[in-house]
């Protein structure tokens, strides 16, 4: 579905931001993309929509260079931008507008989550607060049903009833033949959602299975702080240890759930012995 | 709700439809640009016809006339180099650059409401303001009614034209810069007559140096050599000199486009 092959790209007068960077994301899953402030993950989303061309390398999407932009493409596409500028005009009337350059647009769903989020679309999109213009744009987005959706930062604004709103909607969607791209900060907002994890740091992807994977690979858990047990990354809290573990280094208890703010600092901390884990296992 | 046509190639019915969301985005710009010349053009009449010297009402229009035809092609400019607004900014430029349309669909876009909608609309605009100058004269000055409208003193085919030349350098303005677009092409439709005086000046050196005295005649109004020619002739010379010059700055407006990347 979205092909990135060997991709390189730096912004002018800058350090390469990539560096022959490869990703494969599939249909019926949903991608979390993470990485430290400045990682790339908005510029990787650029790429993918054909916003910025690669120095080297190639993105497609179904198959179309995304460079190209070509209709087709774009519209089984949808971006919800981090920073994101709508026109002067009504919801209604961007709906009106733009929709009929989504030909699988869902009227139906789209007046179900504005219902939802409580987004009056007969007012002007400028006169809306940040947070109701982006409960807007992600109605709009769902609604398009495109088999390619990107999100970036989608929580970021929204007030707390929203975030859990938000998580209600998209694990109702049917995404069996839709990608989904959540590229966030805010892991322990998205986490539950997210099938595959996918890092990126200094240009590269350092970080990129299934939760299945994950949890085959590794276990949660929190142990006493004088506990000798080793483990291979861990953050210490009021007396303990909140660890991961390799796969079944911590027999005597049950493993705890996975912990997407853990997992993520431990890849960016211990990326080579977490990549040890994961060798032998196909992405 | 409507759907349109998703294939690769250009779609009349999805062009249609872009310039609809072009218009609709920009209409507040255009609608308060052509509204406040035409009041403000007919607010100037008026205070000529008040305070002005001896000039007759007929006299007044044709300034006023002449006038307009300024502005209506620097507002042009100044719209025009804006009509991709969008494209100024990281947040709105995804809104037009993964918009499912093609390159040549927007950019077409652009230059249809740019330049064949706004002259209408500002000629049209301005034989309304001639219809009222007319109407209202005799009320407010002599009592008698005149009829003020004549276009034939403006050249109108030729500011048209003159139009259509620098608008679609202003398109390639608007593809090209990154803020400021109006202000950024005038600059260089500056630095490029400045350029070429220079390189005029160097090459008529050079070459007297070689053949003796060379005269160089440069005109920045292009269509005063075709003014003896028959109407059908003019036009053709005109168009000539104007079609070839349109066509390679759109040419050049449709690449940057399709390679304009995010801010």
């Keep these: 579905m979205i092909s990135i092959k060997n991709l390189s790209f730096a912004f002018k007068k800058n350090k390469p931001l990539f560096k022959d960077l490869s990703l494969q994301m599939e249909t019926s899953k949903i991608y979390g993309l ?70 699988t647009f869902d009227e139906a769903l789209f007046e179900s989550v504005i219902d939802e989020f409580k987004v009056d679309i007969t007012s002007k999109l400028q006169e809306l607060s940040y947070g109701q213009r982006k409960k807007f744009l992600i109605a709009f987005a769902l609604a398009t049903n495109t088999r390619v959706l990107l999100m970036d930062e989608p929580t970021n604004g929204l007030d707390i009833p929203a975030k ?29 959602m997210i099938d595959q994890v996918s890092v990126i740091k200094n240009g590269e992807i350092v970080f990129n299975h299934g939760l299945d994977a994950i949890q085959k690979n590794l276990s949660f858990k929190k142990i006493p702080a004088d506990s000798e047990t080793d483990y291979i990354y861990g953050e210490e809290a009021l007396g303990s240890v909140h660890a991961v573990f390799r796969a079944g280094a911590v027999n005597e208890h049950a493993s705890e759930e996975l912990d997407m703010e853990l997992l993520f600092n431990a890849i960016i901390s211990q990326t080579n012995n977490i990549q040890e884990e994961f060798k032998t296992v196909s992405v | ?167 679609s350098i202003f398109l390639l303005g608007a593809a090209y810069f990154k803020g400021k677009n109006f202000l950024k092409t005038a600059f260089s439709i500056f630095l490029f007559f400045v350029f070429m005086g220079i390189l005029m000046i160097i090459l008529s050196n050079i070459i007297s140096n070689f053949a003796g005295p060379v005269m160089f005649s440069w005109s920045v109004y292009p269509f005063a050599s075709f003014e003896s020619s028959g109407i059908f002739k003019k036009l053709f010379l005109q168009l000539l000199y104007v079609l070839p010059l349109t066509l390679l700055f759109l040419t050049f407006s449709y690449f940057r486009l399709k390679n304009r990347q995010v801010a």
């Design chain 1, 34 to 103: 993470f990485g430290l402030n400045g990682a790339g993950k908005t510029t990787l989303l650029n790429h993918i929509t054909g916003m910025l061309f690669p120095a080297e390398g190639e993105c497609t999407v179904n198959g179309v260079t995304a460079r190209e932009r070509s209709p087709q493409m774009l519209s089984d596409l949808f971006l919800i931008p981090e920073q994101f500028d709508l026109p002067s005009m009504t919801g209604t009337q961007y709906t009106e507008i733009h929709a009929p350059f989504y030909p």
């Design chain 1, 164 to 192: 859990s709103q938000f998580r209600r909607i998209v694990a109702s969607l049917d995404y069996s033949n839709r990608c989904i791209v959540i590229s966030t900060h805010q892991v322990r907002d998205l986490g539950a």
């Design chain 2, 1 to 167: 709700m409507k759907s349109l046509p998703m294939t690769n190639g250009f779609s009349f019915e999805r062009f249609k439809w872009v310039t609809y969301r072009l218009l609709v985005i920009n209409k507040k710009e255009y609608a308060f640009g052509i509204g406040g010349t035409l009041i403000g053009l007919y607010a100037f009449w008026i205070l000529m016809g008040v305070f002005g010297s001896q000039q007759t009402l007929q006299e007044n229009s044709t300034i006023v006339l002449a006038f307009g035809t300024v502005i209506y092609q620097i507002g042009g400019y100044v719209l025009t180099a804006s009509i991709f607004s969008e494209l100024q900014s990281p947040g709105s430029a995804a809104q037009f650059l993964t918009l499912p349309a093609k390159t040549g669909e927007k950019l077409f876009s652009g230059w249809v409401i740019s330049y064949v909608l706004y002259t209408l609309v500002a000629f049209l605009g301005l034989s309304l303001l001639i219809l009222v100058m007319s109407l209202t004269g005799n009320l407010l000055f002599d009592g008698e009614f005149q009829n003020l409208y004549d276009l034939t003193k403006i050249y109108l085919n030729n500011v048209v034209l003159v139009y259509l030349v620098f608008n």
